[in-house]
């Protein structure tokens, strides 16, 4: 029965995605440091209003996105939404999954998050593809191979966080096609306090062939914790920062532009104006999955302008129809490859 309502949950997914193309928009809301101080006002599950201002210019912005999880929603509840998603790298599409906002508007727990029930999206994802990978070895024939690389952007230089290839913590060039490291457990190297001024970039490959049925399948998972998008001007602009800020904002622009340029259907894409789109270039397509979760603080003291630049950010981005996804690479091993797998 749960091997049905799975199917049937995934076939639902693909149907939405069918109909409103490639991109889909979450907001995730922390909770508020003083409850009474809430700026945020919830009206069902995808629609939000933002106060902003105090006194005369107080006002009310409403937005409505796919889906919107209240500070009450745990991490499982988060994964549950995403989790198709994931389950679709298995199924050979590309996918990617941000998480967009502020600092600390909760980002990196959304992604990372802690031990236990409080672990984000990145470990529970490895473990949904781990286990669903074992599954389809013992009992499907299929023999499948699970890649992961962990790059940070910063300063729109890429270095890479397993170590595993090019030595750890070096720069590193873009090369699509070629092979990732393996899997470590290491991916706290990532939180340290630059963090919030670093794209973390973690990708799950997997690549798989099935000796029953000649079938060979591909499929990524990038799963994306962004720099912090706040502006120049709140991040002390005259600092040593200065560089990297504008780094961020160049590259969370060039992103947006991306988007925009794939919404557009314009014959160039913008790819190559930041290693963070470049690096994910094979990802953000039209006929790939692309999931923003804009995380956004409902505290109406700190950050509510942050809040609004990025629920505008998240409006514009769930506004943009790029396309219907297809599964990247499913082709049949002709029959000699079949017989040697
Ligand atoms: P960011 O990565 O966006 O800078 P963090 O994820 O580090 O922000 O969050 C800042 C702080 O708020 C952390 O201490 C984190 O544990 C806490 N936090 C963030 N989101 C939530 C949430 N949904 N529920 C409870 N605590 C949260
Ligand atoms: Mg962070």
Not at 53 to 63: K, P
Request: net charge positive; glycine share 8%.
């Amino acid at each position: 029965r749960c091997a049905e309502a799975e199917r049937v949950r995934r076939e639902m997914h693909n149907t939405i995605l069918d109909l409103k193309g490639a991109i889909r928009v979450f907001v995730r809301v922390r909770p508020a440091a003083d409850e009474a101080q809430q700026s945020v006002r919830f009206c069902g599950s995808g629609a939000l209003e933002l106060q902003t201002g105090q006194g005369r210019t107080a006002g009310v912005t409403a937005f409505s996105f796919d889906r919107i999880f209240a500070p009450s929603a745990p991490q499982e509840e988060v994964f549950d939404e995403v989790s198709q998603l994931v389950q679709s790298a298995m199924d050979g599409y590309r996918v990617c999954i941000f998480a967009y906002g502020a600092t600390g508007s909760g980002k990196t727990h959304t992604m990372i998050g802690g031990g236990g029930k409080e672990r984000g999206v990145i470990p529970r994802s490895i473990d949904k593809l781990y286990a669903r990978a074992c599954e389809l070895q013992q009992l499907h024939g299929w023999s499948i191979m699970l890649k992961a690389t962990c790059l940070e952007v910063f300063c729109d230089e890429l270095i890479d966080l397993l170590g595993d290839g090019p030595p750890a913590g070096k720069k590193h060039t873009i090369s699509h096609g070629a092979g990732c490291v393996e899997r470590r457990s290491v991916a706290a190297t990532a939180c340290n306090e630059r963090s919030s001024r670093s794209h973390l970039v973690f990708a799950l490959a997997v690549s798989a062939s099935n000796c029953r049925t000649g079938q060979k399948m591909l499929g990524l998972l990038n799963l994306v914790d962004l720099a912090g998008s706040e502006r120049l001007s709140k991040s002390g602009a005259a600092s040593d920062r200065l560089k990297e800020t504008q780094a961020i904002n160049k590259s969370l622009s060039s992103l947006g532009d991306v988007i925009a340029a794939l919404g557009s259907k314009a014959e160039h894409v913008p790819y190559r104006n930041s290693k963070l789109t470049w690096l994910l270039q094979p990802c953000l397509s039209a006929d790939a999955k692309t999931l923003f979760i804009i995380n956004i603080s409902a505290d109406s003291q700190a950050a509510t302008q942050e809040s609004l630049c990025s629920l505008r950010f998240g409006a514009k981005i769930n506004a943009t129809t790029i396309g219907v996804p297809r599964p990247c690479r499913i082709e049949r091993l002709d029959s000699k490859q079949a017989s040697r797998a």
